[in-house]
């Protein structure tokens, strides 16, 4: 809600001052402004702050673009005649340490939460060592599913995993791929000069022979 609101004063201040910027250059192209009147000290200085004033909203508008607003700092677990129950994010965040804590192989190294539309996400950044990471996710989720309803009574819309760390165990069998990869090229490599050569050369003695029966 902070967020939004300081979004929305950035808005109309940039919007203000370039309003009037705009007024001021026009009243002054038609007339209504003597240019001379902008070489007084006070006037310059009046415009310089509204310049600075508006670099700064100008700025803070687009940093805020690129900052993750739909973060989430806490969570309605309820809600029942006009009143509700929240969760912190450091409460859930917890929650999701101590769950994956005793995981083997998994080191859970980031949390957020995100609103959408639809619901919270829930997303979580993990480090993955000798495990399996499909079989390893899905685990994971049926883990922090079970967890945050029987601890909250809460479900996440989504819970989403990326994997920001990978220490596999699997050794290729280079022999195995090698013969295989063999085997495939050998479907699908060209015929060599000689071979064509020589079936054109079949194929030629065989119209003779036929034409040759038929006389």
């Known amino acids: 809600m902070r967020k939004k609101l300081f979004d929305k004063v950035l808005s109309v201040a940039s919007t203000l001052i370039a309003l009037i910027f705009v007024v001021i250059l026009l009243v002054t192209i038609f007339g209504g402004i003597d240019v001379k009147d ?31 607003s739909d973060a ?36 859970c190294q980031k949390i957020g939460l995100v609103s959408t539309e639809y619901g ?25 599913e079970d967890t945050f309803l029987k601890t909250l009574g809460y479900k996440f819309y989504s819970i989403d995993f990326k994997i920001s760390s990978l220490k596999s165990d699997y050794v290729p069998k280079k022999e195995a791929i090698e013969a295989k990869a063999k085997k495939i090229y050998e479907t699908i490599k060209p015929e060599d000069d000689s071979t064509q050569i020589e079936t054109a050369a ?10 040759d029966s038929e006389e």
């Open 72 to 107: 989430l700092k806490d969570v309605i677990l309820n809600s029942e005649n006009g009143s509700n129950t929240r969760s912190s994010a450091a409460v859930i965040k917890k929650i999701v340490k101590k769950s994956m804590s005793d995981v083997e192989g998994v080191k």
């Open 38 to 68: 902008f070489e007084n000290t006070l006037v310059k200085g009046l415009f310089v702050a509204f310049a600075v004033i508006y670099l700064a909203t100008s700025i803070g508008a687009m940093i805020y673009v690129f900052v993750d």
């Open 120 to 144: 919270v996400r829930l997303k979580v950044a993990i480090k993955i060592t000798g495990r399996d990471i499909q079989q390893t996710s899905i685990y994971l989720k049926c883990l922090l």
């Open 202 to 211: 079949v194929e030629q003695e065989t119209v003779v022979e036929q034409s």
